[in-house]
C-alpha cells in the first residue's frame, strides 16, 4: 500500500460545477499535510495548508480527517484555470510524502 | 526574492553516460531537497539536506546517484552511470527548515536517457 493515495482521475468538469478530491494516507503519526497544484510541464506549488479545524482560501476548502486519515480539498465554482494536477503532500519528521496527484480538467 | 534556481532545463544523454545537475536554493533556506518525477507520478524524494548535512537519502540509489551540498548553499545531482529508467524531471526544491513550512520548487531538469 502507498503512503498516500489519490484517485488520478481526471475529473472532467464544467466551469462553475464544485469537485472535490480525497488523499488517504498510511501513517496515523503524519503531522502537517499539504495540498499543491502542478501545471502541465511546470513545477508543484503550494496552494494550502490543511489544519486540524479545516480552513478556506476563497474558493478552495480544505478538511483533515484524523480518525479516518484522509484529507480533502473541495473547489467551488470551477474555473478554466483550475485545470491542474492536485498533489496531496504528508509530512512526517520533517519528511514529505507525496501522492500521484489528481488531474482536473474543467470545460467551458 | 529569487526563486530556486535549476540547469540545465533539459537533458539527454545515451544509456550509462554520466550527467549532473545543478541547483541554487532561495538565499537563506537550510533544506535542500532532490525530487526524481516520473511521469505520471507525484516527485518522490531522492535526498534531503540540512545546511550541508544529509537528512534522509534512504531512497537515493546510491549505487549510481550521488549528490552533494558543500558550504550549505548550492547543491549538485550526479548519475553514473545512467540508466533507460532515470528518465524524469529531477526537481530541487528548498525551505526554511522551519516545520510545516513551504517548500519552494525549482522548474527541474529534464532527463531523457535513450
Known amino acids: 500500500r502507498k503512503e498516500v493515495e489519490q484517485d488520478p482521475g481526471p475529473f472532467n468538469v464544467p466551469e462553475g460545477a464544485t469537485v472535490a478530491f480525497n488523499c488517504t494516507y498510511s501513517?496515523?503519526?503524519?503531522?502537517?499535510f499539504f495540498w499543491y497544484r502542478q501545471d502541465c510541464r511546470k513545477e508543484p506549488k503550494l496552494l494550502m495548508s490543511?489544519?486540524?479545524s479545516g480552513n478556506e482560501d476563497g474558493r478552495f476548502t480544505a478538511q483533515l480527517n484524523r480518525a479516518s486519515q484522509y484529507i480533502s480539498l473541495l473547489i467551488r465554482d470551477s474555473k478554466l484555470s483550475d485545470s491542474a494536477t492536485y498533489l496531496c503532500?504528508?509530512?512526517?519528521?520533517?519528511?514529505?510524502?507525496f501522492g500521484d496527484g489528481t488531474t482536473l480538467t474543467v470545460k467551458p | 526574492e529569487a526563486g530556486v534556481a535549476q540547469s540545465p532545463r533539459y537533458k539527454i544523454i545515451e544509456k550509462r553516460q554520466s550527467v549532473a545537475f545543478w541547483c541554487n536554493p532561495i538565499?537563506?533556506?537550510?533544506?535542500l531537497y532532490w525530487y526524481q518525477q516520473i511521469l505520471g507520478q507525484g516527485p518522490k524524494l531522492l535526498i534531503q539536506?540540512?545546511?550541508?548535512?544529509?537528512?534522509?537519502d534512504s531512497q537515493l540509489p546510491k549505487d549510481r546517484f550521488s549528490a552533494e551540498r558543500l558550504k550549505g548553499v548550492d547543491s549538485t545531482l550526479k548519475i553514473q552511470p545512467a540508466k533507460l529508467e532515470d528518465s524524469a524531471v529531477y526537481l530541487c526544491?528548498?525551505?526554511?527548515?522551519?516545520?510545516?513550512?513551504?517548500?519552494?520548487f525549482g522548474q527541474g531538469t529534464r532527463l531523457t536517457v535513450v
Open positions: 501513517n496515523s503519526a503524519s503531522q502537517s
Open positions: 490543511v489544519y486540524s
Open positions: 538565499s537563506g533556506h537550510a533544506t
Open positions: 539536506f540540512q545546511n550541508n548535512g544529509v537528512v534522509d
Open positions: 526544491a528548498s525551505s526554511s527548515g522551519l516545520s510545516n513550512t513551504e517548500a519552494f
Open positions: 503532500v504528508v509530512r512526517y519528521a520533517g519528511k514529505s510524502t
